[in-house]
Nanobody, 123 residues
Framework: QVQLVESGGGLVQAGGSLRLSCAAS????????MGWFRQAPGKEREFVAR????????NHADSVKGRFTISRDNAKNTVYLQMNSLKPEDTAVYYC????????????????WGQGTQVTVSS
């Protein structure tokens, strides 16, 4: 029902910024809460941020709070992750996902996933 495509990843120096975008297509896309997750080599996929269907409620992982901001533009069927003050430990593949049921903090609760976009932060 939902297709997701991430873009905006790349190589950036520590302290720099990137904005990731997730373009969604399919029926009633705006009805889903949306999340961003990331996975570093040898690590489990971890929660980064989520935004409610309305865009008015957000949550951010402690590791990114104050640096990353999730938002959505339902008119454009797009979810964003603004990443500022990037650190080398932020290096990972970043995935957007559409929520299904269950905890919005757990990847197993999401029904649809994008292909991921690589973010590499150099020191």
């Amino acid at each position: 029902q939902v297709q997701l495509v991430e873009s905006g990843g790349g190589l950036v120096q520590a302290g720099g910024s990137l904005r990731l975008s997730c373009a969604a297509s399919g029926r009633t896309t705006s009805s889903y809460a949306m999340g961003w997750f990331r996975q570093a080599p040898g690590k489990e996929r971890e929660f980064v941020a989520r935004v409610s269907w309305s865009g008015t409620v957000t949550n951010h992982a402690d590791s990114v709070k104050g640096r990353f901001t999730i938002s959505r533009d339902n008119a454009k069927n797009t979810v964003y992750l603004q990443m500022n003050s990037l650190k080398p430990e932020d290096t990972a593949v970043y995935y957007c996902a559409a929520h299904g049921s269950g905890s919005v903090f757990q990847p197993g609760s999401y029904a649809y996933w994008g292909q991921g976009t690589q973010v590499t932060v150099s020191s």
